[in-house]
């Protein structure tokens, strides 16, 4: 079955940088799309960055950066300049179009997460 996982997370000081990671596996016959979210504590899940039309939530311009090499699999997310505002789980979404026998289907899909601390 398909899956996304993420990696890459973990404490950095404020100032710092993470790349985050994020590897699609499974019958992938094709990536629609390849975005990034977050949900820090008792705040809604949000879109961070979009990988399909190069849009980032107005908090993360000029210091995010989204990228996606689909010969891996993969989205990454350059984060720099981090500030504890940024703390949450971060999550990788993915809209995919899998192979399943003779037929394809598109469908939506979730990473697990990945923990992202910043301390000031």
């Known amino acids: 079955q398909v899956q996304l996982v993420e990696s890459g997370g973990g404490l950095v000081q404020a100032g710092g940088s993470l790349r985050l990671s994020c590897i699609a596996s499974?019958?992938?016959?094709?990536?629609?799309?390849m975005t990034w979210y977050r949900q820090a504590p008792g705040k809604q899940r949000e879109l961070v960055a979009d990988n399909t039309n190069g849009g980032s939530t107005d908090s993360v311009k000029g210091r995010f950066t989204i990228s996606r090499d689909d010969a891996k699999k993969t989205v990454y997310l350059q984060m720099n300049s981090l500030s504890p505002e940024d703390t949450a789980v971060y999550y990788c979404?993915?809209?995919?179009?899998?192979?399943?026998?003779?037929?394809?289907?598109?469908?939506?899909?979730w990473g697990q997460g990945t923990q992202v601390t910043v301390s000031s």
């Open positions: 499974g019958s992938i016959f094709k990536i629609n799309t």
């Open positions: 979404n993915a809209e995919l179009v899998v192979r399943r026998e003779s037929s394809y289907y598109t469908a939506n899909f």
